[in-house]
């Protein structure tokens, strides 16, 4: 059964890079499926980051595109989030996922979030 | 910019049936977009329920029902139960790896 576990600072000051990973347990991420980052602001919808699969170039929000890297380190089994230049509308839980994926053509494209871990919730705050 | 439109709030009584749905701000969803659905009671994370349109996931009841109703997906509780009163959420594909989530819709049971 895949587990995740997102961690990182709880408080970021404005300005600065929010930095967070994913342990991923029970699957290796090099082995397939999609894998992603998803925030809730506090009282607020759910909003999409980003996606990205081993071996391929990252999907991301085009709202965020210019301040988010999603990475992946297969030697750690870990999914990473660093988002620049935050401000307090950055203050949210954020949740990393397992996306299962459909069949296009020749080629995989991410479709829905299987499993989620707990989240995090990050202020941002001076 | 797409905008994926859910209704804000639905009341249901008990063993009563609802139906939330998911639109666009501009066009049609189709199976294409391959909606999904999703859970989420307050202070857990979001459970998938319902993926490529109409199959249920792994554990869930089926009472939970997926479909495209006219130019919207749509997700029906037949029979609702009130540990159903949470926030129901949908996702359609874009297409080129781009997710939208809908706003939200809170399902009250009473």
């Known amino acids: 059964q895949v587990h995740l576990q997102e961690s990182g600072p709880g408080l970021v000051k404005p300005s600065e890079t929010l930095s967070l990973t994913c342990d991923v347990s029970?699957?290796?991420?090099?082995?397939?499926?999609?894998w992603g980052w998803i925030r809730q602001p506090p009282g607020k919808g759910l909003e999409w980051i980003g996606t990205?699969?081993?071996?391929?170039?990252?999907y991301y929000n085009s709202s965020l595109q210019s301040r988010v890297t999603i990475s992946i380190d297969t030697s750690k089994n870990q999914l990473s989030l660093r988002l620049s230049s935050v401000t307090a509308a950055d203050t949210a839980v954020y949740y990393c996922?397992?996306?299962?994926?459909?069949?296009?053509?020749?080629?995989?494209?991410?479709?829905?979030?299987?499993?989620w871990g707990q989240g995090t919730l990050v202020i941002v705050s001076s | 910019q797409t905008v994926v439109t859910q209704e804000p709030s639905f009341s249901v009584s008990p063993g009563g049936t609802v139906t939330l749905t998911c639109g666009l701000s501009?066009?049609?969803?189709?199976?294409?977009?391959?909606p999904s659905w999703y859970q989420q009671t307050p202070g857990q994370p979001p459970r998938l329920l319902i993926y490529?349109?109409?199959i249920r996931s792994s554990g869930v009841p089926d009472r939970f029902s997926g479909s495209i109703l006219g130019n919207k997906a749509a997700l029906t509780i037949t029979g609702a139960q009130a540990d159903d009163e949470s926030d129901y959420y949908c996702?359609?594909?874009?297409?080129?790896?781009?997710?939208?989530f809908g706003g939200g819709t809170k399902v009250t049971v009473l």
């Open positions: 996922a397992r996306i299962g994926g459909h069949l296009y053509g020749n080629t995989w494209y991410p479709e829905y979030f299987e499993h």
């Open positions: 029970g699957y290796s991420i090099s082995s397939g499926y999609f």
């Open positions: 990205i699969h081993y071996g391929r170039s990252p």
């Open positions: 501009s066009g049609s969803v189709a199976t294409n977009h391959y």
């Open positions: 490529r349109t109409n």
């Open positions: 996702v359609l594909d874009m297409g080129s790896g781009i997710s939208v």
